[in-house]
């Protein structure tokens, strides 16, 4: 029996695009194994022919035209990233029922409805184990590991360029801009970071990590973000000092309110207490801590960007869509049957920590207990020490869990009080 | 449109089968919108119709007729354990073109030829997830997740209870018998401890994940065994002073043996340096690290044992399993298309902690070191103590990678040495 061929597309030839690239040619009979097809890649869609391209990339398979690559092909790979014109090379694809393969978050967390309606209605498939934590197979894992269970939390060190800044910042004392510096250096981080160290990679990434585990719809624009930026050698320290270390974390949560189900999405920078095992993920790795209502908590670890890293994940969706065109099936598809409301970032819940510079007089701890008391938060610990600044003491508070919201309203009324200098930085807990 | 009804069977109701029972019943909608079916428990199969019953599981569906309520089934969810009678009853199902979910590991590893031959030739699905590392979804990730690479190495913490004991020597300085006890205590370790402590129930799953992440047969009685029940407070101690902990680990490996590749599969109690992430897998957790050549280390981490975790996986499979029951295509099969030697145990490739019990006298040093130079075995550290014992001193040394067969030859000469008293402990080390 003549194996079935399944005609394969690139768009892109990047990092990523050049290693699945490079991948589908060596490794083509372990594929043709495993989906039981031979993959035939027909061509590779790039912006300049003429642009200089790594080894392994055979140059006859290069083409400026992706819409006839595109209405060639049984899967399509797109890894050009950003908006446009991947969207369009997208849709164009799924409405024409060919299964697509991609790595893009931006692209499903800003349009993603439009792709997956797009999907449902041409009865095509989507495929992107690429798009959140590289080689980390955590899109498999919530589809399709933890389809017999409950998903309750998901927390994430989901950037890794992040992840890298803020652990050289710990383990060498370096400020903000010199470890972005390194970071720059290293190829961590890009010239511009503003999308990683901004937050905005990682909320494009929990809200596919939010919509997959809820099975519910979560854009990135549902996400509330926060970046890391402005965190300084000093927060670092005290973080130190109180038993944690500071990590960008994507957080999304399954929470009730009153008679409903809600979801909460964001992104911050959080202090990790050092038993967790996210507190113990260092350089530019990735991780995601799933907890499940039968399952408990979970980990997944692993390599979170990278072109070869990354071309795995992007692989292991090849395989899976190609057998599913070769001998037929059901392949994954959204599963956003629940329309649960996205909770308002006032109304996110998390344990706090508060540092605020006040001047150094005896009675001012009863006032701060009295705000705190009248907006009925609770106070875990506190601890007080000098400062430089003449006349000012640092207070940090840790209290319990309790909404964005309440704590807001508690700081507005501290900075009214005269023996509060400036409240210094406000950061999510997590045990 | 009607929905469609997938019959489902469950063999066995001890603590994951009760489990099981329950969240069919309490999940039912999320598990129809998640397979587009509903799934229907048309019965659970016990030994005995009298004996007592968790809460949630209705006496109605339960049945002495194993055989009549396979024959009636779509998917079978054998959870008796053991070989007999489970193998009779997963090979009826199997040739009856009935899907199977099973969580036996110890059949999958004794008969798994047998049983994939069977489900081939009748075109049924079998399906495990929970027959390794309990909830922790390691099937899934080496069966799809990394199917688009190419791996390497697995090294896992697969059996909690030796994890619990001799992390419970680590914490506390406890004896093994008194670990144990407390294991036992806790529900942690079976009133008889033999096939967890002496690497059985590891040494299953090792073979199991072998043959997945090679695509080749390997079953229980390839695997070299070593348990773990004879590491004293003394060794543990010892691993400390050289910055490890001792883990039992499930080892297989992907060696190159002159032109061909072969498969290496032990379980051996293994010093685990303080950096590798296995080290600090406490308690009864478990973890699995895999290497692959282009998605680099992943780690999966959560409980390996317990009764709704397990379910967890169980049910992952039915969801998986009952979406191809209703709506067709192609499952996961067994992909054993390579056929790779299993390396004999003396050519396991590993670095070795020796300890020696040594005359303490001038000069013995250099007769240990001339029987390791004449053997080709390279020294990467040695450090000697005095002991108690009257005239005696202990030499620790630390090899380079070499072979288990290589060492025993060295050890077979050392043992000659008049200056040699024993030969005290050999572990390997991984870095």
Redesign the interface.
């Known amino acids: 029996m003549t194996p079935k061929q399944v005609k394969i597309a690139v768009l892109g030839c990047g990092t990523v695009g050049s ?1 699945v690239v490079r ?1 589908l040619s060596e ?1 083509g009979e ?2 043709a ?2 989906c ?1 097809a031979d993959l035939d890649l027909i061509g590779v869609a790039v912006r300049s022919l003429e642009a200089p391209r790594p080894q392994g990339v055979p140059r006859e398979l290069l083409t400026s035209d992706a819409e006839d690559l595109i209405d060639a092909a049984d899967i399509v790979v797109e890894l050009i990233g950003g908006i446009e014109p991947a969207r369009t090379f997208v849709l164009r694809a799924l409405r024409r029922g060919v299964t697509v393969v991609t790595g893009n978050k931006a692209l499903l967390a800003s349009c993603g409805p439009e792709l997956f309606d797009a999907a449902q209605h041409a009865n095509a498939d989507l495929y992107f ?1 690429a798009a959140v934590a590289g ?3 955590v899109v ?2 919530l589809r ?7 998903v309750t939390d998901v927390l994430g060190i989901v950037n890794g360029t992040t992840n890298y800044i803020l652990d050289e910042m710990t383990r060498s004392g370096r400020s903000y801009e010199e470890a972005l510096a390194r970071a720059q250096e290293l190829g961590y981080a890009e010239a511009d970071p503003s999308a990683d160290v901004d937050g905005y990679d990682a909320a494009a990434k929990c809200a596919i990590l939010a919509s997959l585990a809820f ?1 519910t719809r979560v854009g990135i624009d549902d996400v509330d973000v926060t970046g890391m930026s402005d965190i300084t050698a000093a927060d670092i320290e005290q973080a130190r000092a109180g038993g944690c270390v500071i990590k960008l974390l994507a957080h999304a949560h399954r929470v009730r309110v009153g008679e409903r189900e809600a979801v909460s999405v964001r992104v911050a920078p959080t202090l990790v207490e050092r038993d967790n ?1 996210l507190a ?1 993920i260092t350089g530019a790795f990735n991780a995601v801590v799933v907890d ?1 209502e ?10 979170g960007a ?1 072109g ?2 990354t ?10 869509a190609a ?2 065109v ?6 994954p598809r959204e ?1 956003t ?1 629940e329309s649960l409301e996205i909770l308002p970032a006032a109304q996110a819940r998390s344990a706090f920590e508060v540092r605020l510079i006040l001047a150094d007089r005896t009675g001012v701890l009863a006032e701060i207990a009295q705000v705190f008391a009248s907006h009925d938060l609770s106070v875990a610990a506190l601890t007080q020490t000098a400062r430089e600044e003449t006349g000012c003491s640092a207070l940090t508070l840790t209290t319990h869990e309790t909404t964005l919201g309440a704590l807001e309203g508690a700081l507005a009324d501290l900075r009214e009080l005269a023996c509060v200098k400036r409240v210094e930085r406000v950061l999510s807990r997590e045990g």
Chains 1, 2 share one sequence.
């Open positions: 290693q991948l490794r372990d594929y194994q495993r039981g184990e080689a980390v197979p498999y894992a399709e590991s933890l389809a017999g269970d409950h099975h095992p113990s499940a039968a399952a408990g908590r979970l980990m997944f670890y692993g390599q990278g070869v890293q071309a795995s994940a992007v692989l292991s969706d090849v395989v899976a057998t599913h070769a001998h037929g099936g059901a392949a599963q049957y």
